[in-house]
């Protein structure tokens, strides 16, 4: 038998997409699936096999305050890592883009927390922030200021986490911001200061835009961090003092292999997956509009 | 390298055997997990006490996971279950012992252990300690990495105030007066040393169960499916805890993180703590000035949970497994490397007999902080543990940590977690 040319073309198509699409399906979308399944039924137990249930873990979800109070530190925590850890990125990448005696050591010292590993950080930074013998309380006690329990306070908890992210990531985003800047051409700058452009102006009007394609990119994976990254959370605080530094990722880590609580496990994952779906949708819908790609 | 050299061994017999038209003995593989929740070296002893075993009995290797914490591990071992992998026994926390049976993946130990010399080595370890293995009249654990809490004082800092030395505090109000002599301040009125530290992170329920204890309440009923949060001994309790940061001034203000704190009081930030036996050989070997370990104060009595890991054995394991598994916990249960687990780590030996091997009898000699652990035996309790274990335990840690952190008033956190933990156990009754 012989295929006719559309079909072989078409078959020999398929046959490159298939490895990857059966990677996705049995590593992503068969556990979305899975998991938004599972959040219809109950939590087998004693015996008692799992029944579907409804909405049931959905209304459980809404009545539990902790996973309302995760939500709100999950977003807090969002909103003080996001925007900080970008400008910072932008900010050094700007600065070891010049030319200066000891380049390669600033960049490679900026880079330094993004190759170490997040459990490892935590533990470093577990020591920094350990009331009276911590480095932070060390410094505190040099100028007179009182020790404090940092991760011990329900008020400085969530703070410190964000603290810790900020300097883990930001050396990250500054290498994709860096190669973007080695990018722009010269002329450019030759240009504008042709025309009369002030460094600001040419900043605001030339470079950032330039940027954008990258913007974006940092925006995202930014965001996604800010959601899936809890690793220095089991190390720094398990979440307390009263689930005041717990972000959702966590929470649900928690129930599944905690309290092996599966469906509602699953109930909070469509959650988070919503979203960060709709994020997505967001970031890429919206701000490519905006997004200039040379 | 030891190990390897049998495992060679072990091969080549094997070989041999084989080629030989006749297997004498099929080599029983067992895995298992284990966690470590103090400092030290802790996987280099069990590593060492495994190739002596492996030693003795050519015809058993055994794998041991270090698996993280005893949360950490219940999630490795469980899920190891779930997805069908050989994993035969585990030391898994003693308080696990509900949610294990729940999910149907434990065997009690008397199904198996029969003979007239099993039945003697399963009553030959401290009743205290088979408080959270025995349910529903069978054994479904063995006492192995186990502890209490004891106070840790600074013999320097109670000589620098004057206070006796030898004199640890023994009740509540002794505790507070001595702390509040302990706490130190500089010039502009910053503490430098505080009286006490009781960790509130971590183990936070144990500790409380402590104070509970000794104002005269447990926290939960033998059955698992009752808890006593709003007590008004307990809420009592609570209050004196959050009284020594708040009222009395001996203890900083918001949670005290349980895995920084043994390297605080190594360091002189606190002048008394309460933590894990467990620790005590770390804390031997780092501390810089003379220390001493005493039971924990009194209030209406003296009082301790017991605490730690117990050894479980899953249901998946063959009866030729189970088998094995039985002599492998037999062997490191036995009295003499009872008494050298418990040297090198701090743990309590879990059975009287360790006690009056001459390696421990020379070593309590020496050093007679290991015996307080012993001695404060008499007055211990199971520790807390119920079905859903986890869930009702974070009930009960987050009303602490809101306490002890001022968002709450110790009887409304405590009401609260009351009313949870109802939801969750009127199913087990």
Known sequence: ?294 | MKRSVIRVLVGLALAVAVMGGTVAHAVVELNMYYPVAVGGPITKVIDDMIAEFEKANPDIKVKAVYAGNYDDTRVKALAAVKANQPVQLSVLFSIDVFELMDQDVIVPFDDFATSAEDKQWLASFYPALMENSKVKGKIWGIPFQRSTIVLYHNKNAFKEVGLDPNKPPATWDEMVAAAQKLTKKDASGNVTRWGVHIPSTGYAYWMFQALCIQNGQVLMNLDGNKTNFDHPDVIEALQFWRDLAAKHKVMPEGTIDWGTLRQKFLEGATAMMWHTTGNLTPVKEGAKFDFGVSMLPAKKRRGSPTGGGNFYIFKKASAEERKAALKFIKFMTAPELTARWSIATGYVATRPDAYKTPTLEKYVAEFPAAAVARDQFQYAVAEFATHENARNKKFLDDAIQSVVTGAKPPKEALTAAQQQAERVLKDYR
């Open chain 1, 1 to 294: 038998m012989k295929l006719d040319r559309r079909t072989a073309r078409l078959v020999y198509g398929w046959l490159w997409l298939l490895p990857a699409a059966v990677l996705m399906a049995a590593f992503t979308h068969y556990p979305i699936v899975g998991g938004l399944v599972s959040s219809f039924f109950s939590t087998p137990r004693q015996g008692r096999l799992s029944r579907f249930v409804g909405l049931d873990n959905y209304a459980a979800m809404i009545a539990d305050p902790v996973f309302w109070q995760v939500l709100r530190n999950n977003f807090l925590y969002a909103m003080g890592t996001i925007p900080v850890s970008v400008c910072l990125a932008l900010l050094m990448a700007m600065w070891v883009n010049r030319k200066f005696r000891g380049r390669a050591v600033v960049r490679t010292a900026y880079f330094t927390p993004t190759i170490l590993p997040m459990i490892a950080v935590a533990n470093i930074w577990l020591f920094f922030y350990t009331p009276q013998i911590g480095l932070l309380d060390k410094i505190c006690s040099f100028f007179g200021i009182p020790g404090h329990s940092w991760l011990g306070d329900p008020s400085t908890a969530l703070a410190c986490m964000v603290v810790l992210a900020i300097w883990k990531d930001a050396g990250f985003f500054m290498i994709f911001y860096l190669a973007a800047l080695q990018g722009i051409s010269p002329e450019f700058e030759e240009a504008a200061l042709i025309e009369g452009a002030g460094r600001w102006y040419f900043f605001r009007r030339v470079t950032l835009p330039l940027l954008m394609p990258t913007t974006l990119f940092v925006m995202v994976n930014a965001t996604i961090n800010s959601f899936k990254l809890v690793d220095h959370i089991f190390i720094l605080t398990k979440g307390g003092p009263d689930n005041a530094s717990s972000l959702l990722l966590y929470y649900i880590y928690e129930v599944a292999f905690g309290f092996w609580d599966t469906a509602y496990a699953s109930t909070l994952t469509v959650v988070l997956l919503v979203i960060l779906g709709a994020l997505a949708i967001t970031q890429f819908k919206y701000i490519e509009k905006r997004v200039h790609y040379q």
